[in-house]
């Protein structure tokens, strides 16, 4: 028992005895009040005392109930089916739903939820009466859960679900449900002596106050020969410090951010809310293409439309729609429609943000990127979100080809990691020719992860541009979903603190 006694440290020692004095389970808030000890240090000690086998350590989940702002004004004023009630019976035990109205003083919200209120709780028969609804009084009620529970809440400010009986907590939930609570959940921590904790309090074992820190001040007095100080074991378990960092979404955003800023490209961004034009149309996508569809694109009410950028560009786009105008192609061949293109959309993806930078900037060299949101309506599983990030970007220069594209996304890939790339002819509707790029991963085989090739003229011509344009874009999350080791995309935006705390830094 002395052995052990040495091994133990002041504040574990006071933890002991506040323990054994009390025979019982004690939370840490009564152990700060006991011990006169804070509270990390406590949380501390009693790690190592668990450690030790000398106290075992528990937790509960408390559900507290407080009252919101509506909750306030009702137990000052009354629920709006009480204040109903006492109307009614002001007015003799019946009136019309009509003069109720005028005499009650509630607002047409309060009013609707007091007569749902006061049938569901069977207050008051509801007749007909010469072609008018007529409200009857049954019988006075006394107050019920619900309202003395109000009383509870706003005389004691919260209260412990757990101290409330069976029928106050049935109440609770449908307060919840009314928005007149609030209810929480806080993780009660608690220590109980073992047999050895109790052992070894009960063997006689005394408090001496130790000292951390050895002072200049103890040296020069001489006190720190009287002194205890506190032995250090390196071997103590310690509590976890989680401390903040970046979310890892974020972390590679900025991780692929920083590979194209360094290979030489300029980030661009763009409007989330966007026109069809820049969405659809100015990339020679036709006005009744499946994917404009509701099932595939999400349109706005506010703002319905949007304005189109200079009359030359939107008569090139629509004679290149129409028969292909300068481009050598044949168009679509129908009438392309000013109104179509002005509605506003999510953009569906950032080539809505290439493309109108494009237009403003057709003359060579350009070397832009742009990773951010998009919108499509999917229907949300582990493999589709209807919101996610994309990553997209341009080259714009003479003599450019189809090789430098690879060697531009190979060396990206690189950087992230990702030391076999090929490439695979595919199609794309917004460039000819097209590639499909694609990485190996150890354990999935060959991933596709962006499609790329170089734009038609069906989409540069009728911007002013007249070299070629190098284009790529794929989706974010599959990247992410194979950096971080996930199955499930939802799992990147579940915010699930555990799996951030777990996930180390990326770089």
Not at 9 to 36: H, P, Q, V, Y
Not at 66 to 85: A, C, D, F, I
Request: net charge neutral; hydrophobic share 35%; with cysteine.
């Amino acid at each position: 028992m002395e052995n052990e006694q040495r091994k133990l440290r002041e504040i574990e020692l006071r933890i002991l005895k506040a323990l054994n004095k009390s025979k019982a389970e004690m939370t840490i808030s009564d152990l700060e009040k006991e011990t006169g000890l804070d509270h990390v240090a406590i949380i501390r000690a009693s790690a190592w005392l668990s450690e030790k086998g000398l106290v075992e350590q528990k937790e509960t989940q408390e559900v507290y109930a407080e009252l919101l702002r509506e909750g306030y004004e009702y137990v000052e004023q009354g629920l709006p089916e009480r204040r109903l009630l006492n109307t009614l019976v002001k007015l003799g035990g019946s009136a019309t739903l009509s003069h109720l109205s005028k005499e009650t003083g509630l607002s047409d919200k309060d009013l609707n939820i007091a007569l749902g209120w006061i049938r569901k709780k069977g207050w008051a028969n509801f007749r007909k009466r010469d072609g008018e609804n007529l409200l009857q009084v049954k019988e006075s009620p006394t107050l019920g859960y619900d309202e003395e529970l109000l009383k509870v809440l706003k005389d004691k400010g919260e209260v412990e679900a757990s101290r409330l009986s069976n029928e106050m907590r049935k109440t609770l939930d449908s307060l919840q449900k009314r928005e007149l609570i609030n209810m929480r959940q806080e993780t009660i921590r608690s220590l109980i002596l073992t047999e050895a904790g109790t052992k070894l309090i009960q063997s006689g074992v005394s408090v001496t106050e130790e000292v951390s820190n050895l002072t200049s001040e103890l040296i020069k007095s001489g006190k720190w020969r009287d002194t205890v100080l506190r032995k250090y074991d390196v071997e103590a378990p310690v509590i976890t410090i989680y401390p903040g960092k970046i979310h890892p979404v974020i972390e590679l955003i900025n991780e692929i951010r920083e590979i194209f800023l360094d290979l030489g490209f300029t980030e661009i961004r763009g409007p989330f809310v966007e026109s069809a034009f820049w969405n659809f149309d100015a990339l020679f996508q036709p006005q009744d293409h499946p994917a404009r569809e509701m099932h595939d694109t999400f349109y706005l009410k506010f703002p319905k439309t949007a304005k189109l950028p200079n009359k030359q560009i939107v008569q090139n786009v629509s004679k290149t729609h129409e028969n292909g105008w300068e481009t050598g192609s044949t168009g679509w061949g129908y009438k392309w429609s000013t109104k179509v293109a002005r509605q506003t959309i999510l953009r569906t993806h950032t080539t809505a943000t290439t493309i109108r930078y494009l237009a403003e900037h057709p003359d060579p060299p350009v070397k832009v990127f742009s990773v951010d949101r998009v919108y499509r309506n999917e229907k949300l599983d582990y493999k589709h979100l209807a919101e996610f990030f994309q990553i997209e970007g341009i080259v714009v220069d003479e003599n450019v080809t189809l090789r430098d594209l690879m060697g531009t996304l190979t060396a990206f890939y690189k950087n992230l990691g990702f030391e076999k790339v090929e490439f695979w002819p595919s199609y794309f509707p917004y460039t000819e020719p097209s590639l499909q790029s694609t990485v190996y991963v150890e354990g999935f085989g060959w991933i596709e992860l962006c499609g790329m090739g170089i734009f038609r003229p069906e989409v540069t011509v009728p911007l002013g541009v007249k070299v070629p344009v190098l284009a790529w874009g794929g989706g974010f999350e599959r990247l992410a979903m194979l950096r971080l080791g996930l199955e499930d995309v939802r799992d990147l935006y579940r915010n699930d603190l555990g799996w951030i705390r777990r996930t180390p830094t990326l770089f």
